[in-house]
């Protein structure tokens, strides 16, 4: 008999994922639970979120709770869960709801946890210039990213990812990890292994990827296109890209980095946006800027 699957996520990865998952043997997905719709673009038209968009799609029962309370989790009960997948849900799950599926809840992180706790765990492992970040299947308990792992997949990350390239392999690995995975969950045959705490690192909120945040000195891209401490300002870079985009100041002009590579040790631009213009060769600008 299918195990009935309540699916959590929001983003456009996580819709993916969902899609996937529909194809199992095991499992069958009975209702969707995502982020309210929110406010994009100049206009700020509300706007579902991918997942919500994917599980419309597929005629699946969506629940967009503004709240994790009682009165909702009562609406999630009617389906009979048997497993809660959570793939970037966006909020802090709160216990009456980690205990309601039959099976338990489980999540997928995209980090080989212990390392990388919190939302930012594929910018993080670029900036830090990481050769390798991966994919973590486990149970969930009440604190952040924090439960007994069930298996991990090892992912290597390549001098010219950025977050765009890194997250669709990710994702790839959490669609062959839950193929293999979920039916041993379904039939309950699998392993824990408990995190190991001293090993722990947590990043920064989401809140933190600001544009404010996203400037970098042009003195430093300067220095990193002569060799100067290049692998680190290319990973800086990357991490930034594509969202919210690493942007600089040249004299009076504010240049958005759009593609960077490293050759010989030295910061290479490739392409480079001015403000309300489109992309260009970092040799059309600089031919035009700079003097």
């Known amino acids: ?36 719709d929110k406010p994009l673009g100049r206009k700020q038209i509300l706007t579902p979120s991918p997942v919500a968009q994917k599980a419309a799609d597929l005629d699946l029962p969506v629940y967009k709770p503004s709240k994790l309370d009682e009165a909702n989790l009562a609406h999630i009960k009617l389906l009979k869960p048997d497993i809660f997948l959570v793939v970037s849900y966006g909020k802090l799950i709160p216990p009456s709801w980690l205990n309601t599926p039959v099976l338990g809840t489980f999540n997928i992180h995209f980090s080989l946890l212990p390392k990388y706790r919190g939302a930012l765990c594929i910018s993080e492992a670029i900036k830090n210039g990481d050769s390798v970040t991966g994919v973590t299947l486990m149970k969930m308990d009440e604190q952040l990213d924090h439960g007994p792992i069930i298996s991990q997949q090892e992912i290597p990350i390549e001098i010219t990812d950025d977050v765009s390239t890194l997250t669709t392999k990710l994702t790839q690995a959490a669609q062959q990890l839950l193929d293999k995975k979920l039916p041993e969950i379904c039939a309950q045959k699998y392993s824990l292994k408990v995190q190991g705490d001293s090993l722990a690192t947590y990043t920064l909120k989401t809140g933190s990827l600001t544009r404010e945040n996203s400037f970098i000195p042009y003195e430093k891209i300067d220095s990193a296109m002569s060799g100067i401490d290049a692998g680190n300002t290319s990973a800086l870079l990357r991490s930034l890209t594509p969202e919210p985009g690493p942007w600089t100041k040249i004299g009076k002009q504010e240049v958005k980095i759009i593609q960077t ?8 631009i490739n392409s480079i946006q001015i403000p309300g213009k489109s992309p260009i060769s970092w040799k059309q600008f600089a031919a035009g800027y700079i003097k």
Request: hydrophobic content about 50%; charged content about 20%.
């Open 261 to 268: 590579t490293l050759e010989n040790d030295r910061l290479v």
């Open 1 to 36: 008999m299918l195990k009935n699957l309540v699916f959590f996520g929001s983003p456009d990865f996580s819709a993916k994922i969902l899609e996937s998952i529909l194809a199992s043997a095991e499992v069958s997905v009975v209702g969707v639970v995502t982020q309210p």
